[in-house]
């Protein structure tokens, strides 16, 4: 009895001792000038004191108050910071109460006598100054050798997903500068993939202008989320750049594999030089999006977009649909990383100069890639009274080299005039060869049967050359008046593609009414040219007027020129004769005007636009089997619509966002859809063009919201969309029921919509510690074609949510985990029994931790589900990556790594998909496990000191 008495006295104690010394506690207090007048929005910070690593922020509201609540007990280092004013620091240590509130806090105002003690206090984690971020970058401790993709997952409010895609608060990253400057162009990952973290002083994600404003100088309301790397300044004095080299043994039976890369960098106030360069077997092609385009075989793509003015919207004013004219490029080529087995080389150099009058920026990339690619593929096509199954196995080899040369020049001539000149030019030249076996089997009903009907061997070889050059000068004139402008632009264009094929196909028609369509061979030589130019011009006019509208007038003008040359040659033993129904030789002149105007109420962060425009389109073609035929068959047609456009956004302060609008696209008929020939590079599925083709009109309607707390880094973004398709161009089929030959070809269709909603929501769990962000995506379309005369609607409902947890509690451990599950549904008219419900889920996380001895461990799982039970398809592929590397030296500037790729050994690149008759699925062989021993020197080893003084 006694020692239980003395046991509940001492719980007793121990319960008072723990209600004296709190383990949590609550900071408060306001931030106000030396008047004592509230300081609101400012930005509070508490930083351990034993690294000044960041340990919770916020902002003060509007009486300059702020509270941090559930702090553990210990010291810290209180930060506050305001435009104008000097940073506040303080200690603070726990007093053993549950609320420690310090009061009224003042800053004084910042005087050139306290500019030496600012610079010396400001190095805050992240700064808050408006809608602008900017993060210190020493203050988020990576390993070293780490790259800037490494540095940005540290930021709070910054999530970088597995394949380097950037969203900041949110949304999309556009655009990656370095000191302000563009990096290798527009393409974000070229920047924070090459440079090093330890080369970063700060970091800033700001709303910029889209280019068309820049351009134009008016201002559209619309942003693009941009980051900013501000270099340390022992980096811009001096070059910094890495250089990694390794090898290592593969499984499967394949050659060793190998990767070398570098970059090389030096940077001044007005200059800046970088090169980059790779090498490897290792499927890492590092391309561009751009050199993604060169490698698909397309020379069409148009550049210098943002000089065709109209509706600031930044985008084309006229779009040429399907105009990747290279038929003798036919062969199915995917350039995507991680398919098949490829080796690539790549490399360029980037230099800018920058000053207060004069900004020049240039560039030269060069990349070439050999891709091995050994596929099977099985495709269903679905008829009104059954079905066939096409099944197919591949293997190709291709070849694609590309240079691409890059130039922006901008010459301020006085304060009001401004002139730029932009080039983008690229030579490019490929060869693929092409092996394919396919096996067609006819099913009757919705689960009858298969029965072998066709088969096809084909041995392709293709080579092929392409040259683009696209030349833009614009002129920007500022009226002294505000607000009034003028801009003009002209623009000269020209691609050029040369290419030949040459053709072996073998084809057995087992269902053949006689023996001499039982079997067929085509031998053939097919040789394309092609040349297409263009000469555009746009003027734009701005008049303010009423003090809060804008009337904005412009004017487009377009004349582009084709001439393609095709000739087939059919292939004997003795001797080639000419194919004159596949031949045929084509001049097309395309002549387009719009003119077009719309008042712009612009006022406290609301930007309200409604414009009209009329454009006229006319074509003046002909065409015949060769130049010399005296049998031209023309084209003249001319096609006059009327444009309305509404564009609204909205700044609604705070970092809330609204913006919405209605357009009408225009998608004029490629010069392939409009000739009506045939193209037999698939022997079994032969495509020809349709002279009566309309315009497409497409209505879109779309509407959204963004907000962003940064306090808290809690962003919503949420987004509603909407089409509607007139005169829609589709590619309807007929099938020929004895060969199972398809047939297809272009033709106008009413009625086809999509109906779509993307949703995200960002928040933190515990601020710098743990960040979660959900999103779902969902997207419903009515898609129409005919099959054999008959009308097919195909209705698609697709539904994605996704998840992503950013976790980085300690110094030694991050965790970034994510889960997409994705349900697509496909409903076909024509032949209900062949409804589905594919399923495609992707679930990954990368696992990184500091271990003793200076060891550091990566890993990363990605695991893939693909789910067809309707056709009892299910394919899963875990892919496991680890590797451990070691830093070495006391500088801190070599490191050795050995890495494991796809460690379980089961990589296999895998597709679905469900079309408007058909639904198609593909394996392809790909490289899988390999090892690699690496060594990287940093030409620059600059070691990150842990700060320990408490300010």
Not at 131 to 141: G, L, R
Not at 285 to 290: A, D, E
Request: charged residues 20%; aromatic residues 12%.
């Amino acid at each position: 009895m006694k020692n239980l008495f003395l046991l509940a006295v001492l719980c007793l104690l121990m319960g008072k001792l723990h209600a004296q010394s709190p383990a949590r506690f609550t900071l408060q207090g306001r931030a106000v000038d030396t008047s004592a007048a509230p300081l609101a929005s400012s930005t509070v910070m508490l930083l351990s004191p034993r690294d000044s690593s960041l340990v919770n922020f916020g902002r003060t509201d509007e009486k300059g108050a702020f509270s941090f609540k559930n702090l553990k007990a210990g010291n810290y280092i209180l930060k506050i910071s305001f435009v104008g004013y000097m940073p506040y620091n303080q200690l603070v240590k726990p007093t053993g109460e549950a609320l420690v509130d310090l009061g009224a806090l003042k800053l004084k105002p910042i005087t050139r006598e306290l500019m030496e003690v600012v610079v010396r206090t400001a190095k805050a984690p992240l700064t808050i100054k408006g809608d602008t971020i900017e993060y210190n970058a020493s203050s988020f401790k990576v390993p070293p050798g780490s790259t800037v993709e490494d540095l940005l997952r540290k930021l709070p409010g910054v999530q970088v997903d597995q394949d380097g895609n950037i969203r900041a608060q949110g949304q999309e990253v556009k655009k990656v500068t370095v000191d302000g400057k563009n990096f290798f162009g527009n393409d974000p990952k070229l920047a924070t993939k090459n440079l090093q973290a330890d080369a970063i002083q700060k970091v800033q994600v700001y709303n910029d202008k889209t280019e068309q404003a820049k351009l134009t100088g008016v201002e559209d309301g619309k942003k693009e989320k941009t980051v900013n790397l501000e270099l340390k300044e022992e980096f811009k004095k001096g070059g910094f750049g890495k250089l990694t080299a390794g090898a290592g043994p593969a499984s499967n039976g394949i050659s060793p594999r190998a990767d070398a890369k570098g970059n090389y960098n030096k940077f001044d106030a007005k200059r800046q030089f970088s090169v980059i360069g790779l090498g490897n077997n290792t499927n890492q092609q590092g391309l561009s999006w751009n050199d993604y385009q060169d490698f698909r075989g397309s020379n069409s793509f148009n550049w210098n977009d943002n000089a065709d003015f109209g509706f600031s919207s930044g985008g084309r004013f006229i779009f040429f649909g399907g105009d990747e004219d290279n038929e003798s490029l036919s062969i199915p080529v995917d350039g995507r990383a991680g398919r098949g087995f490829s080796n690539n080389v790549a490399g360029g150099a980037n230099y800018n100069y920058d000053t207060k009058k004069t900004k020049l920026s240039t560039s030269y990339y060069y990349s070439q890639t050999r891709l091995q690619l050994d596929a099977e593929r099985n495709r269903r096509n679905f008829l009104e009274d059954g079905s066939f199954r096409t099944a197919e196995t591949s293997g190709q080899t291709n070849f694609n080299a590309n240079h691409r040369v890059s130039l922006r020049y901008e010459k301020a001539i006085d304060s009001l005039n401004t002139i730029i000149f932009i080039n983008n030019s690229r030579l490019g030249n490929g060869n693929a060869g092409l092996f394919r076996l396919q096996e067609q089997f006819r099913v009757n009903g919705t689960s009858g049967p298969e029965l072998l009907s066709t088969r096809n061997r084909t041995n392709n070889r293709t080579i092929a050359a392409t040259f683009g050059s696209a030349n833009t000068l614009l002129y920007r004139l500022k009226f002294k008046k505000k607000g009034r402008s003028f801009a003009a632009s002209a623009t000269y264009q020209i691609n050029t593609s040369d290419g030949t094929l040459n053709l072996d196909a073998t084809n057995e028609f087992f269902q053949a009414t006689s023996v001499n369509e039982q079997l067929r061979r085509i031998r053939q030589d097919q040789e394309t040219t092609s040349l297409r130019s263009e000469y555009k011009a746009s003027l734009l006019f701005i008049e303010p007027f009423a003090k809060k509208f804008f009337w904005e007038s412009f004017y487009n003008f377009s004349l582009r020129y084709d001439e393609v040359d095709r000739n087939v040659l059919d292939v004997a033993d003795v001797g080639n004769s000419r194919n004159d129904s596949l031949s045929r030789y084509y001049r097309n002149n395309y002549i387009y005007n719009r003119l077009g105007s719309s008042v712009r109420y612009s006022y406290k962060g609301l930007n309200l636009a409604v414009g009209l425009a009329g454009q006229q389109f006319t074509i003046d073609g002909r065409f015949a089997v060769d130049q010399t035929s005296s049998a031209f068959r023309f084209i003249r047609r001319t096609f006059t619509t009327v444009v309305p456009n509404v564009s609204l956004n909205y700044d609604m302060k705070n970092n809330r966002y609204v913006y919405g609008g209605y357009d009408l696209n225009v998608r004029i008929p490629s010069s392939r859809d409009l000739q009506p020939f045939p193209n037999n590079a698939n022997p079994l599925f032969i495509t020809e063009g349709n002279p009566n083709l309309l315009p497409e009109l497409q209505h879109g309607v779309n509407m959204g919201f963004s907000y962003f707390n940064p306090g808290n880094f809690t962003n919503f973004f949420a987004n509603l969309y909407g089409n509607y398709y007139v005169n829609q161009i589709v590619y309807s089929q007929f099938v020929d029921r004895q060969t199972l030959v398809t047939r297809s070809f272009p033709e106008n269709l009413t009625g086809g919509r999509t109906i779509g909603s993307y949703l995200d929501y960002g928040f933190p769990l515990k601020k710098t510690k743990a960040t979660l962000r959900l999103n779902t995506q969902l997207n419903f379309g009515r898609n129409l074609t005919n099959i054999d005369s008959v009308r097919n609607e195909t209705y698609n409902q697709s539904y994605n949510i996704g998840t992503r947890l950013d976790l980085t509690p300690v110094e030694w451990l991050t965790f970034y985990g994510n889960a997409n599950v994705g349900i697509s549904q496909t409903r076909y008219s024509i032949n209900t029994g062949q409804n589905q419900t594919i399923i495609t889920n992707n679930f990954g996380g990368d696992l990184n931790l500091k271990l003793p001895a200076g060891i550091y461990l990566t890993s990363a799982l990605n695991y893939r589900v693909y789910k067809n039970e309707r056709f009892g398809f299910d394919q899963r592929v875990p892919l496991l990556n680890v590797s451990a590397y070691h830093i070495l030296g006391k500088a801190k500037k070599a490191e050795v790594r050995l890495s494991a790729v796809d460690l379980l050994n089961r990589n296999l690149n895998v597709s679905q998909y469900a079309g408007q008759n058909f639904v198609s699925e593909e394996r392809v062989q790909t490289l899988a496990r390999y090892f690699l021993l690496s060594f990287t020197y940093n030409m620059r080893g600059v070691q990150a000191k842990m700060r320990r003084e408490n300010f």
